[in-house]
């Protein structure tokens, strides 16, 4: 039932969202609260289609989505009007692919989601969203083609594509998975295949990046450790040294390059890279028990943190034309609420305790270091201290440099309420892990 009430409301949401936007929010809110009940009940695709199975995890991580779009809802204006439409149709394929218990159909549902991502960027108003949007599409395409060769390959060595009884020996077997993660690499932003993404999300509407980057990304690193991870565990010494070699140059050389920018946009989708790294740590380590706790946590509290940054962004590039550092000096003073909602989401990325970006990077480092990994961990910790000093930089502009202007900025009612929905999974998931945990026990 949830698949059917999001894919219908994106189905609907058109008719409205032209001549008045208020009704076509409402409708994906409501479409949002309600499949949040069936998924509560148990009557999603699982429940008809023995393609599909669901667990704590599971629920848990989309609730989460489910509550992250329906905030982006709320924050959305006019102008990204169409984004409404397509975050239905991305909410019900990623409760799919989420849910999918089967190789060929998460194929296919990986590259679903890409095609209504082509779309979600296509929202072009001048040459640099022209730009970041050709990119994507560019990087998003030849991403396609690599893991439908690498599944070519694969579909030749097992006769059954049920995760549980998929075969992963052999030699070809092995080259087809090695083929498929440079494909899949692409699509989570990991180094040298990154580049696409600190140009697409920095020049793309802010709106369309916070999902892109924030909420495909989180139920990406879902849904590939739990395709992945029979592979993962077949193949341990390959394993970790893939995942860690590419963890640690994706997480060194991304903030290393955040360090350089001027444009805010560009420091955010470089740390977002960056993070993408750390993430990569569980993967290293899926031989720990910790692992899927690890990619778990760190997707949650991704989601909430990225989304909530370029969603601000987003307010301030609109109503102020803020672009670059110099033009957020002073915005604790221009605007207080936008400056105190932005400064602790940054907080969060920058992993302060208290905050879910700090659990997530305590999780995942401690799922290293359960499997052995100490050395990786040990560089991540010092690209985390590395990574604070370009979210603090931001914070000393907001807070302790004077504003060139007095032009007030407000935000909008829907926007404080998204931001706030926001707000409280960053805060929430910071204090309380044993959710999580006990969501993953199983597994």
Same mark, same amino acid.
């Given at each position: 039932?949830?698949?059917?009430?999001?894919?219908?409301?994106?189905?609907?949401?058109?008719?409205?969202?032209?001549?008045?936007?208020?009704?076509?929010?409402?409708?994906?809110?409501?479409?949002?609260?309600?499949?949040?009940?069936?998924?509560?009940?148990?009557?999603?695709?699982?429940?008809?289609?023995?393609?599909?199975?669901?667990?704590?995890?599971?629920?848990?991580?989309?609730?989460?989505?489910?509550?992250?779009?329906?905030?982006?809802?709320?924050?959305?204006?006019?102008?990204?009007?169409?984004? /409404?439409?397509?975050?239905?149709?991305?909410?019900?394929?990623?409760?799919?692919?989420?849910?999918?218990?089967?190789?060929?159909?998460?194929?296919?549902?990986?590259?679903?989601?890409?095609?209504?991502?082509?779309?979600?960027?296509?929202?072009?108003?001048?040459?640099?969203?022209?730009?970041?949007?050709?990119?994507?599409?560019?990087?998003?395409?030849?991403?396609?083609?690599?893991?439908?060769?690498?599944?070519?390959?694969?579909?030749?060595?097992?006769?059954?594509?049920?995760?549980?009884?998929?075969?992963?020996?052999?030699?070809?077997?092995?080259?087809?998975?090695?083929? &498929?993660?440079?494909?899949?690499?692409?699509?989570?932003?990991?180094?040298? &295949?990154?580049?696409?993404?600190?140009?697409?999300?920095?020049?793309?509407?802010?709106?369309?990046?916070?999902?892109?980057?924030?909420?495909?990304?989180?139920?990406?690193?879902?849904?590939?450790?739990?395709?992945?991870?029979?592979?993962?565990?077949?193949?341990?010494?390959?394993?970790?040294?893939?995942?860690?070699?590419?963890?640690?140059?994706? &997480?060194?050389?991304?903030?290393? &390059?955040?360090?350089?920018?001027?444009?805010?946009?560009?420091?955010?989708?470089?740390?977002?890279?960056?993070?993408?790294?750390?993430?990569?740590?569980?993967?290293?380590?899926?031989?720990?028990?910790?692992?899927?706790?690890?990619?778990?946590?760190?997707?949650?509290?991704?989601?909430?943190?990225?989304?909530?940054?370029?969603? /601000?962004?987003?307010?301030?590039?609109?109503?102020?034309?803020?672009?670059?550092?110099?033009?957020?000096?002073?915005?604790?003073?221009?605007?207080?609420?936008?400056?105190?909602?932005?400064?602790?989401?940054?907080?969060?990325?920058?992993? /302060?305790?208290?905050?879910?970006?700090?659990?997530?990077?305590?999780?995942?480092?401690?799922?290293?270091?359960?499997?052995?990994?100490?050395?990786?961990?040990?560089?991540?910790?010092?690209?985390?201290?590395?990574?604070?000093?370009?979210?603090?930089?931001?914070?000393?502009?907001?807070?302790?440099?004077?504003?060139?202007?007095?032009?007030?900025?407000?935000?909008?009612?829907?926007?404080?309420?998204?931001?706030?929905?926001?707000?409280?999974?960053?805060?929430?998931?910071?204090?309380?892990?044993?959710?999580?945990?006990?969501?993953?026990?199983?597994?």
């Amino acid at each position: 039932m949830s698949f059917i009430i999001l894919i219908a409301a994106g189905l609907l949401v058109p008719v409205f969202y032209k001549s008045n936007i208020f009704i076509a929010k409402l409708i994906a809110v409501l479409a949002f609260i309600a499949s949040a009940y069936f998924v509560y009940t148990n009557q999603s695709l699982s429940s008809v289609f023995p393609l599909f199975v669901t667990d704590s995890a599971t629920k848990l991580i989309e609730y989460v989505l489910l509550a992250t779009l329906a905030a982006v809802s709320l924050s959305l204006t006019g102008f990204e009007r169409p984004l /409404i439409a397509q975050m239905l149709f991305i909410a019900g394929l990623s409760l799919a692919i989420l849910e999918t218990d089967n190789f060929f159909v998460f194929i296919v549902l990986f590259e679903s989601i890409a095609i209504v991502s082509y779309i979600l960027v296509a929202n072009i108003r001048n040459f640099y969203n022209a730009e970041g949007a050709v990119k994507a599409f560019i990087a998003g395409a030849v991403a396609s083609g690599i893991i439908l060769l690498g599944f070519a390959f694969f579909s030749f060595t097992t006769e059954s594509f049920t995760y549980s009884q998929m075969s992963v020996n052999g030699k070809f077997t092995l080259i087809a998975v090695a083929i &498929m993660l440079a494909g899949v690499f692409y699509k989570l932003t990991i180094v040298p &295949m990154h580049a696409w993404a600190a140009d697409t999300y920095s020049q793309v509407n802010h709106a369309a990046a916070a999902i892109l980057s924030g909420v495909i990304k989180s139920v990406m690193l879902i849904a590939i450790f739990k395709a992945f991870y029979k592979f993962m565990i077949a193949y341990p010494l390959a394993t970790v040294l893939i995942f860690s070699f590419f963890a640690i140059i994706t &997480m060194t050389l991304a903030n290393f &390059m955040a360090l350089w920018q001027k444009r805010i946009s560009k420091i955010l989708a470089y740390s977002s890279i960056a993070h993408s790294g750390y993430a990569l740590i569980p993967f290293a380590a899926a031989a720990s028990v910790y692992s899927y706790a690890g990619v778990l946590y760190y997707a949650i509290a991704y989601i909430f943190m990225q989304t909530s940054v370029f969603l /601000i962004l987003n307010d301030l590039r609109r109503e102020g034309g803020v672009k670059f550092l110099e033009d957020i000096k002073g915005l604790g003073i221009k605007a207080p609420v936008h400056a105190f909602l932005f400064t602790v989401q940054l907080f969060s990325l920058a992993g /302060i305790p208290l905050l879910a970006g700090f659990m997530s990077k305590a999780v995942a480092f401690y799922s290293g270091v359960d499997a052995g990994l100490w050395p990786i961990v040990l560089i991540a910790v010092l690209n985390s201290a590395l990574a604070v000093a370009y979210y603090a930089w931001i914070v000393k502009h907001i807070y302790f440099d004077k504003p060139v202007n007095n032009v007030k900025l407000s935000i909008t009612p829907g926007s404080l309420i998204g931001q706030l929905i926001l707000l409280a999974g960053t805060i929430y998931f910071g204090i309380f892990a044993s959710g999580v945990f006990n969501a993953t026990i199983s597994m």
